[in-house]
């Protein structure tokens, strides 16, 4: 059986489902229930949003269900914000100033974040730009 291309209205509704959740009104589970539901009905397991992608993870197995798990992505570029919902609040995940990965703490998204070398992290990024 062929799959039909995602279209563009499934892919503005992943979008919609992670700023619903950036901004407090859906939960966590509810956001990445309503994003693998999407790439269940293509059955693909990552599709392509705007300047971001979102993949499926493991699962996580609870006693109470399996519960989708989904990763969020930016493209390579770097951002001084989150480009998927624009917060500024991160944490970090690796790398060294001026570009660091980081981990958005508004919707849970992974991007390159551009920092000055003395606003790194609790001092963890050795820097070193000579
Ligand atoms: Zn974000």
């Not at 407090?24 to 599709?47: A, H, N, P, T």
Request: proline letters at 4%; hydrophobic letters at 35%.
């Amino acid at each position: 059986m062929i799959k039909s291309f995602p279209t563009h209205e499934d892919r503005a509704q992943c979008h919609t489902a992670l700023q619903l959740y950036a901004q407090g009104r859906w939960d966590r589970q509810e956001m990445m229930s309503f994003i693998s539901g999407v790439l269940d009905k293509y059955g693909i397991s990552q599709l392509r949003v705007d300047n971001f992608s979102v993949r499926k993870g493991d699962p996580v197995v609870t006693n109470t269900g399996s519960w989708p798990v989904v990763i969020i992505i930016a493209d390579q570029q770097a951002y001084s914000r989150c480009p998927v919902c624009n917060a500024s609040a991160f944490d970090y995940l690796a790398g060294q100033a001026p570009e660091i990965t980081a981990w958005c703490r508004g919707c849970g998204s992974i991007y390159r974040k551009e920092v000055r070398d003395e606003r790194t992290e609790k001092g963890r990024i050795g820097v070193d730009l000579g």
